[in-house]
C-alpha cells in the first residue's frame, strides 16, 4: 500500500512518520495490503526524533503545533541543536477503530519531559469519518431539531441502557409540589397528594442572586389557582419550561417554585425529601453555562478556534476487491481537528471538578447532580447526556475537556443485599465518599452554614453502607480514617477561603472537614495501616430531627484515648516546607530524623525561618496526635496538630464536665511523615495514651 501524496503544508518528516503510522492509532509502517484487523493495531507509541534540522517550522503545520504547545524554541536543547523526542499515542474511542484523542509527549535530552493530551474530531460527511470518533460540537442547542436530537438520545438510556434501568423502573412518585406546564403561556404550581406517580423533569441551576418570583405563603395561592405570569419569570426558568415541552413532558421541579421560600417549616420538610425528588426525576436540565437565572441557557454556544487542523490517512471503510491494475483498495485523506489540551500529563487523570461550568463551580449542585438517574447538559460548550452508564456529546461532539462529577456506586443507586462491612466493595464505597468530599469542598457556598446541609442528601445515600451514624461529615465506622483530611495545596481555594469568611462556631467542629472554607484533600487508604488512638465517645447533635445527616448544633466534640506529644514547627529552607518538630519543647531535644510536614488549616506566618531559632506568629504550643501507621514499607505516621482551646469557646457543659481541668484542644492542621527507620518511629510508643477531647 503505497503512502498517499504529501501535502505542502506538511514536512516529509512527519509525513511519513507520524501521519503514516496515524498518530499512532496503526504503528506498523504504512507498505501494508489491508486495514488492521486486530489489536496489535490499537494503542501504539509512536516515537521519533525531532531537532531543529529535521522539523519545518515555517512551513510545516504539525511542527508549528507542537513548537506552540511545547516551546521548543525557549529550550537549551533546542537552542544548542540537540535532538529530542517526541511520542505520540493515538486513544481509541468506543470502538477499537475509532480514534479519539492524541497524547503527545515532548522528551528534550536534558530537560523534564512536557506531555499534553489533544481531543480529535471531523465534520461527519468527512472522508475519513468512519475512522475518527468526535464530530463537530453542535452550537444551537436550542433548536426544535437538536432538542428533538436529546430526547431521542433519552428514549435510548431509558429503553437500553440497563444500569439506569435498575434504578428507576416506570412512572415514580411525583414531588408535593410541581409546575403544570401544559399551557406554557401561564404555568401553575400544581400540588400532589403525595401519592401520584409519573414522569418529571428538575432543574439544576445558579440563582446568582435573589429570585423576586419565587414562591412564598403570600403568593402560593395565586400560583396554584391563576398560574404565574410568564414576564416575572427569569429566563433559566423560562428555557427550563421549553424544554420540558420539547420532551414531551409537562410537570417540571423548580426549587424557587416547588418549595415556600419564606417557610422554615416548609423548607425543612422539602429538604429532607430533596434525594427523592432528583432521584427519581425523569431527567434533570442542567443549566450549567449560566451563572444568574437571568441568563437562560438555550442561547448559542461560542464556536472555538481548533488547536490545529490537520490531513489524516484513513483506512478503507470497507474491505473491498482491488481496484485498478495496482489491486491497492482507495485510501481515504480527510481533515480532522484537534482542540485544546485536556490535561497536562500522560496518566489521563482529569481534574477532581469540573470547573468550567457554573453548576460545577456551586456547592449545592453537586447532589442535584450526582442524585440525578440522568441529566441533560447544557455546558459552556453544548449539549450533553450523561447518566449511570455514560457521558456523551448530543451529536457526537468530542469530549471537549470538561470531567464529570464522581458518580454514586451502583450498589448504592440499588442495593441487592447488605454490604459486608470491611469488604472490598465496601472500601471502595468509603474511598467513593471521599472523593465526594473533596470535590464538593473545591466548590462555593452563598451561606458557609449550608456546608453540611448542602451534601446531606449525598450522606443519606451513603447511610445504609456506611451508617448509620454521621458525625459532622464524619462517620463514626471509619472515623479515625476520616479525621486525616488535610488542605490541599494543589487545588485553588474556593472564594470562602481562609481569613475571607470567618467560619461559625456552630457549623462544625474543628476536626471536621465541614469546618474548613476551601480545597481539601484524605490520603490514599493504606491496607496495612494500624491505628495508635481509639475512640472513646463523639457526639454532634442534629439541628432539625428531619434531617439527621444535615446541620448540627454547637459544641460537638471528639474523645480519643490517644498520644499527646508536645511538637515545635519550623520552616526548612531545603524542602521550603512547614516541619514539625514531636518529642519536644526544645529544638535540641528532637531527633532530626523525627520531622513531619505539617499542613495547617488557617494561615500561619513564621517569624524566622531558622531552626536556631523559631518562633510561630499563632499558636504558642502545638501538640501532635498520632492516629495510624503504616508498619510495611517504610513506617508512615499521620495525624493531627492541635492546640488547648480557651475555656471561653468551650460549651458550657463541657466546661462543666471538665471541673476546671482543663484537657480540650482544637484542631488547627494535619502532620504526617516522609519515612522513618522503623527504630526511630518506636519512640512513639514509649509515650503513655491519655483522653484527649476535640472540639
Known sequence: MTLPPRPSYICAHAWE??????????????????????????HKRYQYAISPTSCGLQKCVWCEFLEKHFKFSESECWVHGHTSKVLVQGVRGACPYLLREVRIKWQPCCEPSVSCKFGMYTTADDHVAHCIEGRTRILHVGSPNVLAMAKKCIDECVGNHRACQAIM?????????????????????????????????????????????????????SYMRDGIDPAVLPQTILDAIRVTRALGMIFLWIDSLCIIQDSEEDKHRELASMRDVYRYAYVTIDAARTARASDGFLQDCQPLNPGVTLPFIGFPPVRRKPQGASGNPEIPVGTVYLDVPRSDTMTGVEPASSGKSETGRRGWCLQESMLSTRSLVFSPETLQLRCQALTQNIGGAGHLGQSDPPRLPDVILRPRRPIERGSDEWKKIHRTWHRIVEDYSRRLLSYSEDKLLACAAIAEMFSPALGPDYLAGLWRATLLRDLLWQRDEDQLPTSNQPGQHPQKDARAPSWSWASFDGPVQFLPRSETAVAMAEVVKCSATPQDEHLPLGPIQAGGTLVLRARLIPSLPYYDNDSERIELLPLARKYRDAPRCLQLYARFDRQVELLRNSLQGVSLRGPRELWMIPLVRNTVGHPDIQGLIVERAEESTLPATLTAQQGGQMNVYRRVGFCGNYWYPARDVAVFDRVPRVEITLI
Open 169 to 221: 423502573r416506570g412512572p415514580a412518585p411525583l414531588p408535593r409540589r410541581l409546575i403544570d406546564c401544559s399551557d406554557p403561556l401561564r404555568v401553575r404550581i400544581l400540588e400532589t397528594d403525595g401519592k401520584r406517580r409519573g414522569r418529571y423533569v428538575a432543574l439544576s441551576y445558579v440563582w446568582g442572586g435573589d429570585q423576586p418570583h419565587r414562591t412564598s405563603k403570600s403568593n402560593l395561592a
Open 17 to 42: 512518520g507520524v501521519f503514516a503510522v496515524r498518530f499512532g492509532l496503526a504503528y506498523k509502517p504504512f507498505n501494508v495490503t489491508r486495514p488492521p484487523n486486530d489489536d496489535s493495531w490499537l
